[in-house]
């Protein structure tokens, strides 16, 4: 038993009690003078030099632990924000794991001089859209301000009243017009907007027409809006530029998935905008990038711009890009991409999967509602099954998002909620063993 009398250890008599290594003596030493002072402040029992040792490892511990973790997402919104957004899938991950290090990302290896970064993708994007050129960002809203600054920098840009959205994090469009140079028109009503009023509003001063997805709301009932081939041609009448900014963007067929209509990108380009921009790492299914794709003479503008070199993605996101895109041209999105692995999940499965897991982890299987999320198809959602735990909701989910890894759910009805759509497969026996291991920990504690 300590002596309450007794002083506490020095520092330096805390580091001689172990072998401390050279390379952690500095940190350890802040970490032991942190736990004397709190120990002095308590004024209770001197604690021993080996206690105040372990206390500083693990104070270090805790200080250590990376906020930046892999996590499993069981809250069934397969694109979730919060949590990455799309994840890869393993010919992307291989890819980028595999150009990580010296590769040619600037480099003409035929001609044995400085090559184009930019070229890598955009022979296999501009297949896949039907456009003339393509070039990447590094996000979606790099891509939107770069066409907007490249195309309208202190001329003015017409959008209707109703595209002019927020969305996560902030992102205001009337801000990135601002931030682009270009000076916004606004025309129509919140939800009525036609084609007359683009019209009126186009003078002398007007460079472009922007089309705007509204991402993560829908305005229903009284409504209009001018079809995306009439803006492409009263943009050719006027000589301006049509932009068209999708959002998130698709290269499939969301209705063949009992979802909404989302326009594919194709389509965007088919109906004669100057440039579709989208999304890397949403619907497309790849990492975070942007992506413009459209007639050859804008791009170049874009890529020529001196926005571009701020904007431009590194090498692994062009190598993750790349492999992803590869499986559309190769027909396999929908078996090899998780976004659409976890769209195109059977519910009779999804409710099999439930009903396995909850006889392990001693929920229920129940039946329930999922999102795409990302910005996608808003307001659509689609059948899932869920394991749904017994137990106070907010305290099971805290005690889930400390398991390895990380369990990430959702309450419904008033209990946790584990829905497996958001889950792959071959993940199951991983979220059930971090379940178990969690709640039995958070039993003895």
């Not at 006027?238 to 290269?251: C, Q």
């Not at 659409?340 to 039946?367: F, N, S």
Request: hydrophobic share 45%; no cysteine; net charge neutral.
């Amino acid at each position: 038993m300590t002596d309450p009398r007794r002083a506490l250890p020095s520092v330096d008599a805390v580091l001689r009690s172990a072998d401390v290594r050279v390379a952690e003596r500095e940190r350890l030493s802040f970490a032991v003078r942190h736990v004397l002072a709190e120990a002095r402040a308590r004024d209770d029992a001197a604690p021993e030099a080996a206690e105040v040792l372990a206390a500083a490892r693990k104070r270090l511990a805790r200080r250590d632990q990376p906020t930046l973790r892999r996590v499993l997402n069981a809250t069934g919104v397969i694109l979730h924000t919060n949590l990455g957004r799309a994840p890869l899938s393993d010919n992307a991950i291989a890819a980028m794991r595999d150009m990580a290090g010296t590769v040619s990302v600037e480099y003409d290896l035929a001609a044995g001089r400085r090559g184009e970064r930019h070229g890598h993708a955009s022979a296999l994007l501009a297949e896949l859209s039907g456009a003339e050129d393509a070039v990447v960002t590094n996000n979606g809203a790099a891509a939107v301000l770069l066409a907007l600054a490249a195309l309208a920098g202190r001329r003015q840009v017409v959008v209707a009243r109703g595209e002019l959205v927020e969305i996560g994090g902030g992102f205001r469009i009337p801000d990135v017009l601002v931030r682009s140079g270009a000076k916004l028109v606004e025309v129509g009503t919140t939800n009525r907007t036609y084609l007359r009023d683009y019209a009126a509003a186009v003078t002398d001063r007007t460079a472009a027409i922007l089309r705007v997805h509204t991402s993560n709301f829908r305005v229903i009932g009284f409504t209009a809006s001018a079809p995306s081939a009439e803006l492409a041609a009263l943009a050719r009448e006027r000589g301006i530029a049509f932009v068209h900014d999708l959002g998130s963007g698709t290269l499939l067929d969301t209705e063949r998935y009992g979802l909404g209509r989302e326009e594919r990108v194709q389509d965007a380009v088919s109906a004669g905008a100057d440039v579709v921009t989208f999304s890397g790492d949403k619907l497309l299914g790849g990492p975070q990038a942007g992506l413009a794709a459209g007639r050859s003479d804008v791009i170049a503008k874009l890529r020529s711009h001196a926005l571009m070199r701020a904007l431009r993605p590194d090498k692994t996101t062009i190598a993750g890009l790349l492999a992803t895109l590869a499986a559309y041209r190769d027909g396999t999105a929908e078996t090899e991409l998780p976004v659409w692995r976890m769209i195109a999940a059977d519910p009779a499965v999804l409710e099999r999967r439930a009903t396995a897991m909850a006889l392990h982890l001693g929920g229920e299987a129940i039946a329930t509602r999922s999102t795409v999320g990302g910005g996608s198809l808003p307001e659509e959602t689609q059948p899932s099954f869920a394991v749904a735990l017994r137990g106070r909701p907010q305290r099971l989910a805290a005690t889930l998002r400390r398991a390895e890894p990380p369990v990430i759910g959702r309450v419904a009805d008033e209990r946790l909620a584990l829905d497996l759509r958001s889950v792959l497969p071959e993940d199951d026996e991983r979220l059930t063993a971090a379940v178990t291991a969690a709640l039995a920990q958070g039993e003895d504690q």
